[in-house]
């Protein structure tokens, strides 16, 4: 009697390998989920279900990520290394609001009338027992 494959092993090697290509296509595709599962041929549902139950898929998505992160403050750097001063402006505003570069709003208030303001202060959540 010969052999039967396992299809239980062979199940797991699939879903690696979909796995890796879903993580591929997320780089490619700059993390659009839909672009993503399409070229990978992995449903949504797959997708969402592996993060909730594969830390080590979840991991590999959040590094993808940040891999576009990475990718899109490269890019700010070199705008700015070129000389685009509204990219430098917006570097300094988000970054820089150590040394005192930041974006306030000022208002005018020329009405007669006084301003109200209401100030909402969160509920504190009730401990259960």
Known sequence: MADKPDKSLQNRRSTAVKKKAMI?????????????????????????????????????VEAAGEYLIDLAEQTIQKSIMGGNSKDARWFLETKGKVRGYVKKQEIEHTGSEPIKINVIMPKEEKKSD
């Open 24 to 60: 591929e296509a997320l780089k490619t595709h700059y993390m659009v989920i839909s672009v993503a599962c399409k070229e990978a041929g992995v449903g949504r549902d797959f997708h969402y279900d592996w993060l909730k139950k594969d830390k080590r898929y979840k991991a590999q």
